[in-house]
């Protein structure tokens, strides 16, 4: 029999029993031109397969309007050139730490609760999106034998409907309905779904018919004891190992000992089982992307907890591609399990050779930098949202006016996500959180107000997915809601446009204020490097138009990676848009 088939107690290649030792990389958190040598250093750890989410949201920005679905197809080809089976899970909702769980702002904006259930409004945008994305993947299948990758067949052996979707749902309509479109779209490899190892979220995330996988950290012989109540037979994988974490801006570094998580790896292989490392290489949130989740214990559903840029996961692959302690543990756990001994690791990316630092000399207030990269103004009976606005990541400026003459009052905002800061008359007030809304010195009458609100990241995992942003519940003055709100948008993917930023206005030294800095700094050998912001406060940066995400001195991130392949030799363009209060310099190191 040829291909790849899920056997009765095996997956089989071709007849023959295999074990698949997968690590997920993600294409869209690492910079193309880095693929070749991620995907080296997953074989070289003793892998044969890799496994990536797709997210939607980064694709169809609008509806109808699609951004290098593409590239899906051509890591799928690196990896299939690396020598790699390939994992592909197209969602429509993928978690991953990323904004929205990967469901675009505009759906999520439209539909609300009724995403990721059977709603045909919802459904009917899942399957265009569908028609669009998978023949990158039917093309490739192990199966298809007159593909871009020869008479060999592809890399992709599985495909996964939904994701983890027994954490949030029960729709099992839903699931079925998703199946069925990926076979009607032309996909022949089996069909997959993963879950926690827990009664309620097998129950609801299972399809009759489909392999079963689970979802741990440790614990694997309890975890795979739960999955065998529910599917005694069939293989089994755990999809996601997490053998590293994620961090959230303002709390401490998350971190796994390399030694507890190549236990946890060992246990996991002396079930019979085989395995997804997540992550194996965990890469960069780059261009504001990240997630966010939401604290409160297992409801999910308390205070804000926004995602760093970096996606490193403390990964046996670190977010420079460098081999840690990690990499060579399970290198040493995974080598009895593999067919063949595992290469040795490819050489490690040119790294900057000489720090440098620079000035940035150039400073657009924030009113210019939305003169010129803004959306048109409008006026509003009530605060309108981010998706109002058609606003992915970004910010918006309300205005408002407090009618006057009147006493002092508090101001306060209702349902603010997630972060404003407050001018009143053109003077900086304080800065809201969805937890401290109140804008701290009452204000009198007449009065104009200005708040810019940025969001954080939309919510990637649990019941306040989707959540819309911005202003979701008013402007009061004391009692009273004030109306007549102005809004104006800021997308940060109208920086996609060097010449439309290059031409804001510059009105002097910025001085710390917030705004557009811009610059140069010089570089004479590129490669790898960190980018520094000592006294900057909170916005995202730019290298020779490439948005490497949020920085913010919160912590515990305080460097922003820059791919090598991002710089060049010589003068290298720098721009930041500091929100609060900027710094002196930038370095590169």
Known sequence: MNGFRVGEDDFEVDGRPVRLLSGALHYFRVHEAQWGHRLAMLRAMGLNCVETYVPWNLHEPRPGTYRDVEALGRFLDAAHEAGLWAIVRPGPYICAEWENGGLPHWLTGAVGTRARTRDEEYLGHVSRWFRRLLPQVVARQRSVTTGPCGPGGGPVIMVQVENEYGSYGSDRVYLRRLADLLLAEGVEVPLFTSDG????????????????????????????????????????????????????????????????????????????????????????????????????????????????????????????????????????????????PPPEPPPPPPALETPVSAALPDWCPLDAVLEALGGPESEHAVPPTFEDLDVDRG???????????????????????????????????????????????????????????????????????????????????????????????????????????????????????????????????????????????????????????????????????????????????????????????????
């Open 395 to 589: 910010l918006v400026r309300y205005a408002v006016t407090v009618p006057g003459p009147r006493e002092p009052y508090p101001l306060r905002v209702r349902g603010l996500r997630d972060r404003a800061v407050v001018y009143v008359d053109g003077k900086r007030a304080g800065v809201l959180t969805e937890g401290t809304p109140t804008v701290p010195d009452p204000v009198a009458g007449h009065a104009r107000v200005e708040l810019w609100v940025e969001s954080l990241g939309r919510v990637n995992y649990g019941p306040r997915t989707g959540e819309l942003k911005g202003i979701t519940g008013g402007i009061l003055h004391e009692r009273q809601y004030l109306h007549g709100v102005r809004a104006r948008a800021l997308r940060l993917d109208a920086f996609d446009v060097p010449s439309a930023v290059r031409a804001v206005p510059a009105a002097g030294p910025g001085e710390g204020r917030p705004g557009l800095y811009r610059g140069t700094v010089e570089v004479g050998s590129p490669g790898d490097a960190a980018l520094e912001l000592p006294g900057w406060t909170r916005g995202f940066v730019w290298v020779n138009g490439f948005n490497l995400g949020r920085y913010w001195s919160a912590g515990p991130q305080t460097t922003l990676y820059v791919p090598g392949p991002v710089l060049r030799a010589g003068a290298n363009e720098v721009w930041v848009l500091e929100l609060e209060e900027g710094g002196e310099r930038i370095g590169l190191a």
């Open 197 to 340: 190892p827990e009664d309620h979220m097998l129950t609801g995330g299972s399809v009759p018919g489909i392999l079963a996988t689970a979802n741990f950290g440790s614990g694997a012989r309890a975890g795979f004891g739960t999955l065998r109540r529910h599917r005694p037979k069939g293989p089994l994988m755990c999809m996601e190992f997490w053998c590293g974490w994620f961090d959230h801006w303002g709390t401490d570094h998350v971190a796994r000992d390399a030694e507890d998580a190549a236990a946890a790896l060992r246990e996991i292989l002396e079930c019979g089982a085989s395995v997804n490392l997540y992550m194996a290489h965990g890469g960069t949130n780059f261009a504001g992307w990240a997630g966010a989740n939401r604290g409160g214990g297992s409801l999910h559903d308390g205070e804000l907890q926004p995602d760093v840029t970096s996606y490193d996961y403390d990964a046996p692959v670190d977010e420079f591609g460098r081999a840690t302690p990690k990499f060579w543990a399970f290198r040493k756990v995974l080598a009895p399990y593999a067919s063949a």
